[in-house]
């Protein structure tokens, strides 16, 4: 049962957030003209839809908890046919780590938050640095040489060749960009 | 006829002007070094390319993406083959007869006959391509908005029903994927429709920002869980190619039409790529193949087969792109956003538009078929050298580009954070089986799908039975019916006996 209950968890979640969207296309604000669709009625099909497969799945998973799969791709099933005649070239499942994908998300979330205060070259290079000694690199130097080459490369190609304008930061930080701009030719 | 091959040749001339000819080669290297690398997949090493586009002409662009496109489904058979480590999940089925063949000491025979595979499907199918088009363009030309409904649907009906491993999962991403697209102002009425008062959200989800979290950040944060693998290499000394010769290639003819055949038809259909396409060509050839005993044992056959269906799939996703704007992979749908970002909207009418562009596109194809031939001729040997890169150091670049890209795209931050939104829900994805393509697709084709929906309610006084009462448009809703209906019809079926 708990099994189910955790196969049930995706679909059941997928389904309240389908039914509050669904609540929520209910409430959009907009002037009927008689005798035409609104702009509701196409968010409110989707929604529709979302949430009849969601129950579906649910009350399948929960009716007849050994039956696994659902109906699959024609194609998809071909391929997996073809794959399973040769279970030798599967790759083994590989190890998990649960605390490493949170750290790296984290990590990313920290960079976008820093990248607005300090600017991009300030905020990439020990955000690169961090996730490759993050990711299990040990080679010190290779890592800090590869963040900072890297950094400045790309903002050389970014700013100067593409011409896009990346974020310089927040005072004092906005300074250390233009130097560094300066320096590189950027203007 | 000669009018289409009057504007190919014009074509060619386009693709030979430096810019296009160095777009060219910048993304048939990049898209090389994409498939060798195991930690980068194909689709994304084209979404990652996407930012760096944006200051190009259109021709260049579009040349760049679309050589990485044909480039990324040949260079992972190298490492398939040499290392027993598929670059690409298209390159498992190499696994199985080229390393096998590479295990009997016919390494360099074995790529000889990937790079006579992926030149003839690849060539095989750019003419295929070009003799469709034009016709199928001129149909499309005649088609209101109920056949044009019909075909978004039919292409979004095929996304969840032929290459989904779960029907319910690959409908609710497509879903998913439509919602995602409603986000914003409407167009007719300018109702708010699920922004929450947040003022980004008014000008909509760029799809580029769910293309970019879905795919790159999403696969990172996959990569990062399972603590970036590295592969332990032997030497790549002797990748040299030996190809096969008139004689012994004459011997597998029929394996290659076969498998070309096969790759044009599979890239036709919406949300079946060269995956599909190199898996199924090796089930064919395995089934019905005259020396079908003999497959796995390391006979050209099974190189044969994958490969010329593989590269063949890029001409087939080809034509519904250009020809109706409708993508029929994931690496087309990232090449339909760059016509977008480039203010060209893919469809019949950009044949008589921008004819131009249209056939330099094509005839790349042509230039980058030979071209990638050539460069894994003489460099596979180098190139498979990449393998030698940490992937944590691949994978730290790869979330910079994504950013980049994200940022790049309308120069704000909102869009960065919402990319790492779609990073995690890109991993959710991943993690619980869920399809990414069918989202990024719903995302690209929703706005099309939903105005042509809303335009025929209007024209026809809200009578949705339009659909089904016009001779094409209602062939088309009910062939999609059908592919939806007939995998659930089948399970049910299997259930009972």
Same mark, same amino acid.
């Given at each position: 049962?708990?099994r ?46 979302m ?26 099933e ?53 996730? %490759? ?11 800090a ?32 960009? %233009? ?6 030719g950027?203007? | 006829?000669?009018?289409v ?22 993304g ?14 194909l ?25 990485? =496109?044909?480039?990324?489904? =040949?260079a992972?058979?190298?490492?398939s ?10 390159d ?15 390494a360099? $025979? ?5 790079l ?13 391509m ?19 409904f ?42 708010h ?6 003022p ?8 580029l ?11 990172v944060?996959?990569?990062m ?16 190619? &030996? ?9 597998v $003819?029929?394996?290659?039409?076969r498998?070309?055949?096969?790759g ?19 089930g064919?050839?395995a089934? =019905?193949?005259?020396? $079908?005993?003999?497959?796995?044992s ?27 704007? /409708?993508?029929?992979?994931?690496a ?8 977008l ?8 009418q950009?044949?008589?538009?921008? &004819?131009?562009i ?29 393998l ?5 150091i691949?994978?730290? =670049?790869?979330v910079?580009c994504?950013?980049?890209?994200a ?5 704000? /931050?909102?869009d ?8 995690v ?16 697709l ?25 659909f ?7 062939? /088309? ?8 209906v ?12």
């Open positions: 049962m708990r189910a209950l955790v196969r049930v968890l995706p679909y059941a979640l997928v389904g309240s957030l389908a039914a509050w969207l669904f609540y929520a296309a209910t409430q959009i604000d907009f002037h009927r003209r008689p005798g035409t669709l609104g702009p509701d009625v196409w968010p409110k099909l989707v929604l529709g839809l949430l009849a497969i969601c129950v579906y799945e649910v009350v399948r998973v929960l009716v007849s908890p050994q039956w696994r799969g659902g109906a699959a791709g024609v194609l998809q071909m391929v997996e046919r073809t794959e399973q005649a040769h279970p030798d070239a599967a790759e083994p499942a590989a190890p998990k780590s649960l605390p490493l994908l949170l750290g790296g998300i984290a990590l990313t979330a920290a960079y976008v938050w820093l990248i607005q205060r300090l600017g991009f070259v300030l905020a990439t290079a020990p955000y690169v640095f961090a996730f %490759i000694a993050l990711g299990g690199y040990r080679r010190w130097l290779v890592n040489a590869t963040s900072v080459v890297g950094t400045l490369a790309m903002m050389f190609f970014f700013m100067k060749v593409v011409y896009v304008s990346l974020p310089i930061g927040a005072e004092p930080f906005a300074q250390v960009t %233009i130097a560094l701009m300066r320096l590189m950027i203007r | 006829m000669m009018e091959l009057q504007a190919l040749g014009v074509g060619f001339v386009h693709v030979f002007a430096p810019a296009n000819l160095a777009a060219l080669f910048v048939l290297v990049l898209g090389l070094l994409v498939a060798v690398l195991p930690g980068l997949t689709v994304m090493g084209v979404v990652l390319a996407l930012p760096f586009t944006y200051s190009m002409h259109v021709t260049p662009a579009i040349i760049l993406l679309t050589a990485m =496109y044909v480039a990324g489904t =040949y992972g058979a190298w490492t083959i040499l290392f027993h480590v598929p670059g690409e999940p298209i498992v089925p190499m696994l199985w007869d080229g390393h096998a063949m590479a295990r009997k000491g016919e360099a $025979k074995a790529l000889g006959w990937t006579s595979a992926a030149l003839v499907g690849g060539l095989a199918a750019a003419t295929v070009v003799a469709l088009a034009q016709p199928v363009a001129r149909i499309a030309l005649t088609f209101s908005t109920p056949e044009y019909a075909i978004i649907f039919f292409g979004l009906a095929s996304v969840v029903s032929l290459g989904g491993a779960s029907l319910a999962n690959a409908l609710i991403s497509l879903c998913a994927g439509l919602l995602v697209a409603t986000v914003g102002v409407d167009d007719t009425y300018g109702a429709r699920f922004t929450f008062g947040v980004i959200l008014s000008d909509g989800i760029d799809y920002v769910v293309m970019v979290g879905a795919f790159g950040l999403g696969e944060f996959v990569r869980e399972q603590r970036f693998r590295s592969i332990p290499l032997q030497s790549a000394g002797e990748a040299s190619t &030996r190809l096969p010769s008139l004689r012994e290639a004459a011997a $003819k029929g394996t290659y039409a498998g070309t055949l096969l044009i038809l599979i890239g036709l259909v919406p949300g079946a790529g060269a995956t599909v396409a190199s898996f199924l060509s090796y064919v050839e089934q =019905y193949g005259r020396r $079908k005993a003999l497959m796995g390391g006979i050209p056959e099974g190189i044969v087969a994958p490969q010329t269906a593989a590269t063949s799939s890029v001409g087939g996703a080809m034509i519904p792109l250009m020809t109706m704007g /409708i993508p029929g992979s994931g087309t749908a990232i090449i339909l956003g760059a016509f970002l480039h203010g060209l909207q893919p469809g019949p950009v044949f008589e538009t921008s &004819r131009e249209v056939y330099a596109v094509f005839a790349s194809i042509f230039v980058a078929v030979i071209g990638m031939c050539v460069i894994g001729y003489f460099a596979a040997r180098y190139l498979v050298r990449v030698e890169l940490p992937e944590v691949v994978s730290a =670049y790869v910079m994504c950013i980049l890209g940022f790049a795209a309308r120069n704000n /931050i909102t960065v954070w919402l990319i790492v939104v779609f990073g829900i890109g991993y959710l994805c991943e993690r619980f089986r869920f399809p990414i393509t069918p989202m990024v719903g995302v690209i084709l929703g706005p099309l799908a939903e105005t042509n929906f809303m335009t025929t309610m209007i024209s026809f006084g809200n009578d949705w039975t339009v089904f009462t016009r001779p094409i448009s209602g062939t /088309i809703m009910v062939i999609a019916l059908l592919t939806i007939y995998p659930i019809f089948r399970q049910l079926r299997k259930r009972a006996t």
